[in-house]
């Protein structure tokens, strides 16, 4: 590993100020990505501003019944909390299905958002990388590509996110409050990350400096009957193949309303519109759920290897809206937390 420098500042705004006058600096926050990616030699800084002491980490009811959650609250403490529990099931859901209690203790909600994608290549600094090292190419394509993205790569990278939270924060709408050299803004969860095209190194459109201090997720009533459901080659301690989060909202068998996002098939987290437009005052039936997956994923534009997460991403959401249809419970057991 370079050797590095380290500091802490007072607040937000000098925190800022930092990373945003040295190109060589970063944000250091439970450090789960930024260090292994360090040891590999994937992430280069000079100098690491630790935020974890300024950063907000509590939860607090939002002016208009939601949740302002800390941008330095630990994953377990966000799984934690009753609100989010009871309020939110699909948000404690998708966070508990992350990394491990250890990981999860550490892990800030900031860090989990910004976490960097978990292709082999883009963490191995012997192979060309697109992302890593823009206009080098991108091995994947020809070589192990079962995990990227069916929908929203490009020919130049197809990496997917890896976070979980994530996916359960687009559902739900989320707005992300951050701390930048010109001062505090806002700025929609579904407008924090970029598709590849032809930069894929240019993950967010955040700019240098520019800290996270907070999420805040609206009220919303049906958000109590929602579900995570995190499909992995292994039961515990590893990344999605594919994920879906969702709410649904019906009455007398007809759905109102739903929110649908999907993980693991994208560069970012998936917010399913085609699907959600489809279902508005639809029959709650498995039949109308197919055809709301197939309405989402006609766009779908998959490699040989990673063909099958399109039946895969289908089959999860009918069953995850079937679910739910019928009031039980979806998704990974709230009450488990062992992944
Ligand atoms: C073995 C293993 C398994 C895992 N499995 C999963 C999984 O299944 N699902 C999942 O979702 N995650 C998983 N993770 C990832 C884990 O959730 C992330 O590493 C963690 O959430 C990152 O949070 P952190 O606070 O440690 O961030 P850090 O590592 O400190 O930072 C990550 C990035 O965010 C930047 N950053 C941090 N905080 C801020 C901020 N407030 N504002 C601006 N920039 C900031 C840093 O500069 C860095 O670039 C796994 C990790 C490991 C090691
Ligand atoms: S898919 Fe993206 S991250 Fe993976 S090798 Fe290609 S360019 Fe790199």
Known sequence: MRPFGYLTAPDPAAAAALVAGRPGAAFLAGGTNLVDLMKLGVAVPDLLVDVTGLLPGSIERAAGGGLRIGAGVRNSDLAADPRVRAEYPLLARAVLAGASGQLRNVATV???????????????VTKPCNKRAPGSGCPARSGEHRNLA???????????????????????????????????????????????????D????????????????????????????????????????????????????????????LGAVAPLPWRARAAERLLAGRPATAEWF??????????????????????????????????????EPAGDDLAGGAS
């Open 110 to 124: 900031g860090g989990n958002l910004l976490q960097r994608t978990r292709c082999p290549y883009f963490q191995d």
């Open 150 to 200: 069916i929908l929203g790569g490009s020919p130049h990278c197809a990496a997917t996110h890896p976070s979980d939270m994530a996916v359960a924060l687009a559902a739900l709408d989320a707005v992300v409050h951050v701390h930048g050299p010109a001062g505090p803004r806002a700025v929609p969860l579904s407008g924090l990350y970029r598709l590849p095209g032809g930069e894929p």
């Open 202 to 261: 240019r993950e967010t459109t955040l700019d240098r400096g520019d800290l996270i201090t907070a999420v805040e997720i609206p009220a919303l009533a049906y958000a109590g009957n929602s579900a995570y459901r995190k499909v992995r080659d292994r039961a515990s301690y590893a990344f999605g193949v594919v994920s879906v989060a969702a709410a649904l909202d019906v009455d007398g068998g007809v759905v109102r309303q739903s929110r649908l996002a």
């Open 290 to 327: 197919g055809r709301a997956a197939d309405a989402e994923l006609a766009a779908a534009d998959p490699l040989p290897g990673s063909a099958f997460k399109v039946t895969l991403a289908r089959n999860v959401m009918v069953r995850v809206l079937s679910e739910l249809a019928g009031g």
